[in-house]
């Protein structure tokens, strides 16, 4: 059964800083991984999508990398706002899941002024 | 506006009581979904469609009916609401390619939020 992690747990940071924020995946035989932002009592919007042949996606001070032999994807988040504090859910999907999504937890992410 | 439109945004129901939870896309996109979001266990898929007329079970499908007769819309229905029921309720659109894989990225509702007392 996949399973997706998310470390850490939520991230307290001060304006300015970069970020990581880490997802790790059990089965490699994916179809592609999203990254979802998520602020409190709303949906989920989409941030960028890796397919299974990429390593990485950029989307202005957003980038996403992509190992999947390793199972794992990382989210870079440059010079920090304010208006990114918000959870962070990655999602997987893979090839024996027909149409599932696997999200993992979130990492609740805290940008300080 | 493009998108996921999901009504009501808000509902409390009384054990035992159905109701059917609206779902609209204007994207025409072939695939649609249900999930429901729980502290402690993520999101969980509930029912999906990979086109008019064809329906499928997800990870938690007991208490819900789902139905696909127009490419538009994918209502959810509780039958008999129960406490357990309780959640945050997203409905989610994909384009499907190849092997019937909504593999083009998925595009989320604002959610309706249950509560079952």
């Known amino acids: 059964k996949q399973e997706v992690t998310q470390i850490p747990a939520a991230l307290s940071v001060p304006e300015g800083e970069n970020l990581v924020l880490n997802c790790s995946f059990t089965d490699s035989a994916i179809y592609n991984l999203q990254w979802f932002r998520q602020d409190p009592g709303k949906g989920l919007t989409s941030l960028l999508l890796?397919?299974?042949?990429?390593r990485e996606q950029t989307s202005g001070r957003l980038n996403a990398s992509l190992d999947k032999s390793s199972g794992r994807s990382t989210l870079y988040i440059a010079a920090s706002q304010p208006g990114d504090s918000a959870t962070y859910l990655c999602?997987?999907?893979?090839?024996?899941?027909?149409?599932?999504?696997?999200f993992g937890e979130g990492t609740q992410l805290t940008v300080n002024p | 506006n493009a998108g996921v439109t999901q009504t009501p945004k808000f509902q409390v129901l009384k054990t035992g009581q159905s109701m059917t939870l609206q779902c609209a896309q204007d994207m025409n996109h072939e695939y649609m979904s249900w999930y429901r979001q729980d502290p402690g266990m993520g999101l969980r898929l509930i029912h999906y469609?990979?086109?008019?007329?064809?329906?499928d079970q997800g990870e938690v499908p007991n208490g819900y009916n789902v139905s696909r007769s127009t490419t538009e819309d994918f209502p959810l229905r509780l039958l008999s609401a129960a406490p357990s029921q309780t959640s945050v309720y997203f409905c989610?659109?994909?384009?499907?390619?190849?092997?019937?894989?909504?593999?083009?990225?998925?595009?989320f509702g604002s959610g309706t939020r249950l509560t079952v007392v």
């Open positions: 469609s990979v086109g008019a007329g064809i329906t």
């Open positions: 989610a659109s994909s384009y499907i390619r190849g092997l019937g894989v909504p593999s083009y990225g998925y595009t």
């Open positions: 890796i397919q299974s042949s990429q």
């Open positions: 999602a997987v999907l893979i090839e024996t899941s027909g149409s599932r999504l696997t």
